[in-house]
């Protein structure tokens, strides 16, 4: 059974880094794609960022220029760093994957495994 779990949730200072763990069990995902998602409240889930196969990083445009993403195939794992957060960036973050190589677009609909969420509040 493939499990994705997510931590490093919390409450964060404006304009300070947010760091997001998953670290999947029951398939190596070490040549597939895995992303993260997030969920703000009253709105739709959106992409955030995803590594593919090749562990080629795609950051989307809420984010861009202020997020790292990482996948480690060795530790099964992915990591989202996000600097610079502003009240936008509250929300449940998901870490999401596919057994496929490719990620292409961030978006739901594509991804089979899913995370329980983390909640990331900014706030002073």
């Known amino acids: 059974q493939v499990q994705l779990v997510e931590s490093g949730g919390g409450s964060v200072q404006p304009l300070g880094t947010l760091k997001l763990s998953c670290v999947a069990s029951?398939?190596?995902?070490?040549?597939?794609?895995m992303a993260w998602f997030r969920q703000a409240p009253g709105k739709e889930r959106e992409g955030v960022a995803s590594v593919n196969g090749g562990g080629y990083p795609f950051v989307g445009e809420p984010v861009k220029g202020r997020a790292i993403v990482t996948k480690d195939g060795a530790k099964n794992s992915l990591t989202l760093e996000l600097r610079s957060v502003n009240a936008e960036d509250t929300g449940v973050y998901y870490c999401?994957?596919?057994?496929?190589?490719?990620?292409?677009?961030?978006?739901?609909?594509?991804?089979?495994?899913w995370g329980q969420g983390t909640q990331v509040t900014v706030s002073s």
């Open positions: 029951g398939y190596a995902f070490g040549r597939s794609c």
């Open positions: 999401a994957a596919r057994t496929e190589y490719a990620c292409g677009e961030i978006e739901e609909h594509l991804f089979d495994y």
